[in-house]
């Protein structure tokens, strides 16, 4: 079956101790991306990256860090988490249309619900 | 200011009955716009996108119609099931001097009730 994986899906932490979110696709997809969503604001894009080895940051990298070793992962790290970072964190996936640099459709994954204390 | 609007931002509806869902944009320009269905707990699943020069586009009870001289665009949703609870999230793919960018709103909260 064709899906995004995350883990964990649900977290519970302390401030500053080092995490991983682990994202996972299995549609040979070229683009990755993470995103976070708060209440009232949408969607806000943290990290993408198109394609191995190659990543950028969004509208809110600070924080965060990504890397992408393989094809078929992506994983998020916040390496001194603190409580502003207490989200639901998104990641997705898709091919790239040709010539674009924004995936056509992006396959989102369940979520991961982060709260930082 | 969100340059992606939507409204309402709740909508309880009956079952069996009709609805549409509004989103107004100011991104500009822009090269299509996405509709998402979320489910509560669950990540964004596409409905319909639409190029700047479509004017309407159909998923099975879903129909999503976009106006690029008013940025608007709708979600009508036809004889509402109680699956279509859920919120309904307007992307807009921004295109500016070769920079690309994902806008999204803040989506529609919709409940059907039996």
């Known amino acids: 079956e064709a899906q995004v994986t995350q883990n964990p899906r649900y977290l519970i932490t302390v401030t500053g101790k080092k995490l991983t979110v682990t994202c996972s696709q299995n549609?040979?997809?070229?683009?990755m991306s993470w995103y976070r969503q708060d209440p009232g604001l949408g969607l806000r894009q943290i990290y993408y990256?198109?394609?191995?080895?190659?990543?950028d940051k969004g509208d809110v990298p600070e924080g965060y860090k990504v890397s992408r070793k393989e094809k078929r992962n992506f994983p998020l790290i916040l390496e001194s988490p603190s409580p502003n970072q207490t989200s639901l964190y998104f990641c997705?996936?898709?091919?790239?249309?040709?010539?674009?640099?924004?995936?056509?459709?992006?396959?989102f994954g369940p979520g991961t619900r982060l709260t930082v204390t | 200011k969100n340059q992606v609007e939507q409204s309402p931002q709740s909508l309880i509806i009956l079952e069996g009955k009709n609805c549409t869902l509004q989103?107004?944009?100011?991104?500009?320009?822009?090269?299509?716009l996405r509709w998402y269905k979320q489910d509560t707990g669950r990540g964004p699943v596409s409905l319909t996108i639409?190029?700047?020069?479509?004017n309407t586009k159909s998923n099975g009870r879903y129909t999503a119609t976009l106006d690029a001289d008013t940025k608007q665009s709708s979600l009508h949703i036809t004889a509402s099931q109680l699956s279509d609870s859920a919120s309904y999230i307007c992307?807009?793919?921004?295109?500016?001097?070769?920079?690309?960018?994902?806008?999204f709103g803040t989506g529609t909260r919709l409940t059907i009730i039996p």
């Open positions: 997705a996936s898709s091919f790239l249309a040709g010539g674009h640099e924004i995936p056509y459709e992006q396959y």
């Open positions: 992307v807009v793919h921004e295109v500016n001097f070769g920079n690309e960018k994902l806008t």
């Open positions: 989103c107004n944009y100011t991104v500009s320009p822009f090269s299509n």
């Open positions: 639409m190029t700047f020069s479509e």
């Open positions: 990256s198109m394609n191995v080895e190659v990543t």
């Open positions: 549609m040979n997809h070229e683009y």
